[in-house]
């Protein structure tokens, strides 16, 4: 019903910067949270960062400052802007979008595919 698409992965300098998209097809309803997750080899997949369906965003500590998500309900588009990419974010970075009930429940959730991030020193 609902599907995600990452894009805009790729190699990246330390110091740099990087735009990750995650486009979704499909209706995501009136309520709910856009997520991105990461996961690095050999390690389970974290939250970095989330979006509200009124844009209120939240970040994982090392995200803080440093990432910025975004999202443009119109084009059913989320973003995750990397400035100063490390070379310990280098994950495959998911999308994740879970639809809610006017309550706050989880009635619905669906992940993107992934898209390599790789962070060279």
């Known amino acids: 019903q609902v599907q995600l698409v990452e894009s805009g992965g790729g190699l990246v300098q330390a110091g740099g910067s990087l735009r990750l998209s995650c486009a979704a097809s499909g209706r995501i309803g009136r309520w709910n949270v856009i997520y991105w997750y990461r996961e690095a080899p050999g390690k389970q997949r974290k939250w970095v960062a989330s979006?509200?369906?009124?844009?209120?965003?939240n970040y994982e500590a090392s995200a803080k400052d440093r990432f910025t998500i975004s999202r443009d309900n119109a084009k059913n588009t989320v973003y995750l802007q990397m400035n100063s990419p490390k070379p310990e974010d280098t994950a495959v970075y998911y999308c994740?979008?879970?639809?809610?009930?006017?309550?706050?429940?989880?009635?619905?959730?669906?992940w993107g595919q992934g898209t390599q991030v790789t962070v060279s020193s």
């Open positions: 994740n979008v879970k639809i809610l009930t006017s309550y706050g429940a989880v009635s619905d959730q669906y």
């Open positions: 979006i509200t369906n009124d844009g209120k965003p």
